[in-house]
């Protein structure tokens, strides 16, 4: 004879503050949804009619416009560290990687752009609004330098090299990367592709100098004729050169498109 299956407890009901969790997690994507529909400058109002609700029952949800605000920028920084956790990840030679955490970035901003505009300028919010903007973008910044620590410290440790200046490096892309990338969100005078070569070929010209064995270098004066182009000083152009001691700068070709086709 069969043994009776026990009965099947049922799920207790959400708590109160459950329900209004998941309630205020609905009212975050329905202000995202209102952002790219309305851009950067969405009112209170257009968020809460996405919502199917009105500002006073959105506000008992959110303590004020900033605090809205700094939920919405926290889904934001998710959806982008969404993409760029597997560029960190992903098993890549160096250069390509910095490439494609550069390229996860820019596709990031590219793909919500109004979303992006509305985290870190909201035009049409108060003081309050923008520094809950601010707060997001450091949290942003932080998350992903803490990330990039942990891997070019990785990267400097298997190259034998000291790792010191992991964080260094890392808050110091962020910065940079981030500022190209609003600059270039703005104008868009070029494709996203030639935006990453330009940033990958400044961030791997000073990490391979850090990451590759040093050369050895004949001692003196002497120029072997590898060292040699066709910028570099000689004895004569030195003697003509009005302010001892400068050089002339070698031409930098530009990075490679990697196709011009936007991404």
Known sequence: MAEP?????PEPPPSKEER?????????VAAVEAVRQHGAGVSVAEIASRA?????????YFDDRADLQRAVGRHAVEMLMERMIPAM????????????????FLAGIEDEPQLWRFVVRNPTGGTAEREAGAEIVDDAREQIARLLAVLIGERLRAAGRDSGGAEVWAHGLVGMVQSAGDWWLERRTMSRATVTGYLT??????MSATLDPPEERPRGNTVSPEDESPGADT???????????TTALRAVPDPPAAGEARR
């Open 20 to 28: 209004r969790s998941r309630r205020r997690a609905e009212m975050v």
């Open 89 to 104: 990840s992903a098993e890549l030679e160096p250069r390509a990687q910095v490439a494609a955490v550069v390229d996860a």
């Open 5 to 9: 299956v026990p009965p099947v407890k």
């Open 235 to 245: 004895d004569a152009d030195a003697d003509r050169d009005p302010r001892p001691g």
């Open 52 to 60: 199917g609700i009105t500002k006073p029952v959105l506000y008992r």
């Open 201 to 206: 070929g400044l961030i791997w010209g000073g």
